[in-house]
Nanobody, 120 residues
């Protein structure tokens, strides 16, 4: 069992930056692949970025490549999403997720989300 709590969301102007954090507790953090998803109003929840336990392998959605950076600190049981050059279309609720190796995201753990609003 893993509990996830996101923080760091807020209101920012286009071109600005935010850093999201996801604090994990309950199980050994390094056992899980971690990811960020986002959901804009009226849209489905979309994948943003993921990172394996060592941090050596990351994946990004095309829409955020070159602007967002995912990272994790296993000693602090925390994952981060550095978001630069933000655009109004990045506005969404951002969710932290964790899944065990071999399982899908639907079978993983999810946080409650943090709102990111980018004004034009």
């Amino acid at each position: 069992q893993v509990q996830l709590v996101e923080s760091g969301g807020g209101l920012v102007q286009a071109g600005g930056s935010l850093r999201l954090s996801c604090a994990a507790s309950g199980d050994t953090f390094s056992n899980y692949i971690m990811a960020w998803f986002r959901q804009a109003p009226g849209k489905e929840r979309d994948f943003v970025a993921s990172i394996i336990w060592s941090g050596d392998s990351t994946n990004y959605a095309d829409s955020v490549k070159g602007r967002f950076t995912i990272s994790r600190d296993n000693a602090k049981n925390t994952m981060y999403l550095q978001m630069n050059s933000l655009k109004p279309e990045d506005t969404a609720v951002y969710y932290c997720a964790a899944r065990a190796y071999g399982l899908g995201w639907r079978e993983g753990y999810w946080g409650q989300g943090t709102q990111v609003t980018v004004s034009s």
